[in-house]
């Protein structure tokens, strides 16, 4: 089994893709949200690769298609927003608010913890990123000399945690604003908080998506101000 994986060009990306589909069966018959179709998916694709011991750089080197779809799948999320260009115009001011109190609250807790926990600058800015889109915040990590593997593990860790925890923590607090709901999701759990606003609704999935793209700019100029904490 190592020797064909090594071999094709296309077998991380056809393990990627198979057990996603899984995971989206999963989600579908058993409506639970630790069925989450990306955190199914990785725990598929890590059973796997222990099970069968190809090494990880071997799935990575084959599986590197589907991560370059990640950027044009990020902008596709402007679609929705021009639909609701309007609502945008109306709300310009809560919205970016909205965005704003999320990064603030995000870097903020990140200090917090790393002052906590006696983390060093290094680890401190790897964790900075952690709310913002894979694109943005692996480069955000890289120039403030953080972790880049750990970032995208904390990215990947805060989606699917906000996407699992997002619709009950919204009901627990009775929050029933369709555009609230969506800079909520947007602001932070970057992409994957925004495939569960679009499952809400249309106003909740394009305020979402303009969160992912206002939140990652914020966070780069916010991170820069709080990397100097520590």
């Known amino acids: 089994m190592p ?4 071999e094709s060009v296309f077998f991380g990306t056809a393990i990627t893709l198979a057990a996603y589909e899984v995971g989206i069966f999963c989600k579908k018959k058993w409506k639970i949200g630790v069925f989450n179709p990306l955190l199914v998916a990785i725990v598929l694709v890590v059973g796997f ?6 090494p990880a750089e071997v799935y990575q080197s084959s599986a590197r298609y589907v991560s370059f779809l990640l950027t044009p799948a990020t902008v596709c999320l402007a679609i929705p927003l021009y ?3 309007e609502l945008l115009k109306k709300n310009a001011v809560a919205i970016f608010a909205g965005v704003f109190a999320g990064v603030l ?4 807790l990140v200090l917090v913890f790393a002052l906590v926990f006696g983390f060093d600058h290094s680890e401190y800015v790897t964790f900075l990123p952690k709310s ?3 694109a943005i915040g692996m480069g955000v990590s890289e120039q403030m000399g953080g972790n ?3 970032t995208v593990i904390t990215i990947i860790i805060t989606g699917v945690v906000g996407n ?3 619709g009950p923590v919204l009901k627990l607090f009775r929050i ?3 555009i609230a709901k969506g800079i909520g999701l947007g602001s932070s759990a970057h992409a994957i908080g925004t495939a569960k606003a679009m499952e809400l609704g249309e106003v909740e999935g394009a305020m979402s998506g303009l969160s992912i793209a206002v939140a990652g700019l914020m966070t780069v100029v916010m991170s820069a101000i709080f990397a100097a904490f520590l």
């Open 3 to 6: 020797e064909f994986a090594a």
């Open 49 to 54: 690769l222990a099970v069968t011991g190809i």
């Open 83 to 85: 639909e609701q260009l």
């Open 105 to 108: 609250t995000s870097v903020v």
């Open 132 to 134: 913002i889109t894979t």
């Open 148 to 150: 880049v593997s750990i």
């Open 164 to 166: 699992i925890l997002g």
């Open 176 to 178: 029933h604003n369709p």
